[in-house]
């Protein structure tokens, strides 16, 4: 396996566990929403069902389950901070593009007219 197929593992199967611990963690929320429970016990079975899910990932795929989880939060905490980084970015440039419209639309609008 070369370096690059390796490093990209490295960070793929993280992410892909933490993507299984979510999935069953939003079930069991479901289950117990539907099941009328409380929010908070909603709230902490659906924790208790990522780190139990990634766990058992990481100890199918021979690894340490702390190191496992630690790596699965990781990689989502990655994916968050990418992804507020790419709106916050769309949103500067979209106060951009207005300033640069109204400005132009209100030197069009303060032009005195001639006769």
Do not use: K
């Amino acid at each position: 396996m070369t370096s690059t197929a390796r490093r990209l593992a490295a960070q793929l199967v993280p992410f892909l566990m933490a993507v299984g611990g979510l999935i069953a963690g939003r079930l069991v929320f479901d289950t117990t929403a539907q099941h009328g429970a409380n929010l908070y016990w909603q709230a902490g079975a659906a924790l208790f069902a990522y780190t139990l899910t990634v766990a058992l990932l990481g100890r199918i795929g021979h690894e340490d389950p702390h190191r496992a989880v630690a790596e699965a939060t990781r990689a989502l905490a990655y994916v968050l901070q990418a992804a507020l980084a790419g709106a916050l970015e769309l949103l500067c440039l979209t106060v951009q593009l207005l300033a640069l419209l109204g400005g132009g639309i209100a030197a069009l609008a303060a032009a005195p007219a001639t006769t």
